[in-house]
């Protein structure tokens, strides 16, 4: 019975397992809870992967440096991505317990890994920023459009902050404001991590 009103439920929403790239930026909600109930390992180390190498790609393409360095350079990110997005999670979990939320790594791994497709989408604006960098930023047109880009940059960035805090609703049953403040702590957690770290790296420098 519960399996027929999950599929009542799917087919009204129009979300299917070969269109939940699309889903997910128009009904996000309803996409998430599709994922974790249908599907949810579905992409998981792969978004994780790709979202790690966005940045290398980046350089790699406006530097116009595609040799040996900079393919271990994007290899070496997205194992780097794969493993914050794992420790990300993880702190999710920790900081959502300590909010009340009772949900697992696991599917916390699956939010961490779907908020990453406005990241990888971000790929595509490296085509027109490429073609900015060819021409100069001399002419005004040019400038703007530069700057443009730079706002739909921005604007993905948010919206893959909105699709994890969407996807902690769900998982941590926590609302929007709660969802909100496990993400924080997590993100700070993983700040303090990082500066923990490089201070422990540049102390043994220095010895």
Not at 41 to 50: A, E, N, S
Request: hydrophobic content about 55%; overall charge neutral; charged content about 5%.
């Amino acid at each position: 019975m519960n399996e027929v009103l999950d599929d009542i439920r799917s087919s009204s929403s129009g979300i299917t397992e070969r269109n939940l790239l699309v889903q997910i930026w128009l009904q996000p909600r309803a996409t998430f809870t599709y994922i974790l109930e249908n599907c949810p390992r579905k992409y998981v180390t792969l978004f994780l992967f790709i979202g790690g190498t966005t940045g290398a790609i980046s350089n790699a393409i406006t530097s116009g440096s595609v040799g040996l360095p900079s393919i271990l350079s994007i290899l070496l990110g997205g194992i780097f991505g794969w493993m914050l997005g794992m420790l990300f999670a993880w702190l999710l979990n920790v900081t959502g317990r300590l909010l009340g939320g009772p949900a697992t790594s696991p599917p916390l791994q699956t939010v961490v890994a779907w908020s990453e497709v406005p990241i990888i989408s971000s790929l595509i604006l490296l085509i027109p920023e490429l073609l900015l960098q060819q021409a100069g930023s001399s002419n005004s047109f040019l400038f703007g459009a530069g700057g443009l880009i730079g706002l739909i940059s921005l604007a993905l960035s948010i919206w893959s902050i909105v699709l994890i805090v969407i996807g902690l609703t769900i998982v941590q049953g926590f609302s929007t404001w709660r969802a909100l403040a496990n993400f924080l702590l997590a993100a700070l957690m993983m700040i303090l991590l990082a500066v923990g770290l490089f201070i422990t790296f540049d102390l043994f420098t220095v010895l």
